[in-house]
């Protein structure tokens, strides 16, 4: 079992209370590791450390700061067996897809290292004679980062990369649930000579530590990926200090099939989406709207692929295609909404109850749930695990109305080969992400930004990098 320290300041530290937490294997139950429950001293600490070490670093160039990302990438890709099986270990994702994760982080880190000469401020046209108006994009100085459990590396990279690129120094907190890929980094990060205090990690309860970090106002920045309330409670915690926030909150993404898809495409996409991961994935397939001419095909053929759905050790080989929940707690909530949409009218077509088959793990089965309606909870509020609802619809404008009728704003998919159906879709679907005859994920150099409660602002590309920046226009009258 490992025992992790804080990182700060480029020391590695127990929490400030000497206190730890004990972190979970969702699949065996067992204790792996402890971690240490840091508190309100440990955020002033971790902040006093970036806040100090941010002129110094912002003042280097930017492409020795890309160096670092550089050396990020190739340190997790020579560390890529050990990662993935810490990352499948505390969070029960299966191995071939936390190999994935490392792969894609790497990635990210190399990605940011390329834009060291590609951000650019701007020469503004003068209303005066002899001045120059210039546009300067500067880093916003110390960013707080917090993690979610479902994707901890991954979202970890989101957060460190633009913030080392731009010159900001950051404190990060992982959640609590998954706190030792992190560490495990932090490690790898500490013997690559990045100065002291511009990488920060700190463990701690969100409510405690992290609300010291967010609320402090030494930052320029909370960059927060997680559910919509914390995202409210972060809101209310910066007012004070009127702190910049970036919110990458919950989904509730809507499918819609139209009745000439290619069906055998879409209940493949659709399914994969539905349980990649066990269903914990914000912007994964989480309710479908069928066109009633093509509703039974499609229900003959998804209810096939979801009872075909393997689960089980996330060890496995050859590997299942997803494993179990993070914690009972989600199990509950998931095993609670089945139980009222079948109260609301839903039929159960597969699964609908707890894996009694699995010796430990918090199990729920690959689910499908037909005869829904827009009004029932399953069709409004986020699911986060392997439950797929779907609603039958008489045309396409009701599929778009019913799909739009949503609090949240984060991604939405179409499977069509009607030109007007997939632009009236990408026009009028009130989302930060419609993908188009394909399954449910973002490309590094795209932007991944949620509408209405799924979040404000957003992550990668081009537009996720300026949110680590600041403009500063100069006058120059000469
Ligand atoms: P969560 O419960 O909101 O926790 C996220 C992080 O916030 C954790 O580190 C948590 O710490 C911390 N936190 C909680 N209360 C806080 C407070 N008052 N101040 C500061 N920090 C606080 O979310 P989760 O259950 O980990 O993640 C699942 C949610 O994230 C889902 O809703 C999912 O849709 C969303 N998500 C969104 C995206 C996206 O890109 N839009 C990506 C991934 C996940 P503790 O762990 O210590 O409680």
């Not at 300067?136 to 990279?157: D, E, K, L, S, T």
């Not at 990369?161 to 959640?175: D, E, F, R, Y």
């Not at 060890?315 to 707690?329: E, L, V, Y």
């Not at 599929?399 to 879709?425: P, Q, V």
Request: hydrophobic share 40%.
């Amino acid at each position: 079992m490992n025992t992790y320290q804080q990182y700060i300041n480029g020391e590695f530290r127990n929490a400030d209370s000497n206190e730890q937490f004990a972190v979970i294997n969702p699949f065996t139950e067992k204790i792996i590791a402890m971690a240490p429950k840091g508190g309100k001293h440990d955020a002033e600490l971790a902040l006093e450390a970036a806040s100090v070490a941010q002129k110094e670093w912002a003042a280097k160039s930017c492409i020795e700061r890309a160096g670092f990302l550089k050396k990020m990438a190739e340190v997790i890709r020579e560390n890529r067996e050990m990662l993935a099986r810490t990352l499948a270990e505390e969070q029960a994702k299966i191995f071939p897809l936390a190999q994935v994760e490392i792969d894609a982080t790497a990635e990210y880190f190399d990605y940011y290292a390329g834009w060291a000469r590609k951000y650019e401020g701007e020469v503004i046209e003068s209303d005066r004679t002899n001045e120059n108006i210039l546009l300067y994009r500067q880093p916003i100085g110390v960013v707080v980062g917090i993690c979610p459990w479902n994707f901890p590396f991954f979202v970890m990279a989101r957060k460190v990369a633009p913030s080392i690129l731009t010159g900001c120094t950051i404190v990060l907190k992982p959640s609590s649930e998954t706190p030792n890929t992190t560490f495990e980094f932090a490690k790898l990060v500490s013997s690559i000579g990045l100065p002291n205090g511009v990488l920060n990690f700190v463990s701690g309860g969100g409510s405690t530590l992290g609300d010291a970090l967010v609320r402090s106002s030494q930052v320029g920045l909370v960059t927060l990926t997680g559910s919509v309330e914390t995202g409210q409670r972060i809101i209310a915690s910066t007012a004070e200090n009127i702190t910049k926030t970036s919110l990458e909150l919950g989904g509730k993404a809507p499918v819609i099939i139209c009745a000439d898809c290619d069906m055998d495409m879409a209940v493949k996409a659709v399914v994969d989406s539905r349980i990649i991961f066990s269903g914990q994935v914000c912007n994964c397939a989480e309710r479908v709207y069928v066109e009633a001419p093509v509703y039974d095909e499609f229900m003959d053929k998804v209810t096939r692929a979801m009872a075909a759905v393997a689960y089980g050790d996330p060890f496995a080989d050859p590997a299942p295609n997803m494993s179990c929940q993070i914690n009972s707690a989600q199990l509950t909530k998931i095993e609670g909404m089945v139980a009222k949409a079948l109260e609301e009218g839903a039929e159960v077509l597969v699964g609908g109850s707890r894996c009694e088959d699995q010796p430990t793990g918090f199990f729920y089965k690959p689910t499908l749930l037909a005869s829904c309606t827009q009004d029932m909870e399953i069709i409004r509020k986020e699911i986060f695990g392997p439950v797929l609802p779907v609603v039958k619809v008489t045309d396409f404008d009701e599929a778009l109305n019913m799909a739009n009728d949503c609090e949240f704003g984060l991604t939405s998919s179409i499977f069509t080969n009607n030109i007007s159906k997939m632009m009236r879709a990408i026009n009028e679907l009130k989302f930060g992400e419609t993908y188009v005859n394909r399954e449910h994920f973002e490309a590094i150099q795209g932007f991944h930004a949620g509408w209405r409660k799924s979040g404000i602002g957003g992550a990668d590309g081009k537009h996720g990098l300026y949110e680590y920046l600041q403009t500063h226009v100069a006058y120059i009258q000469y």
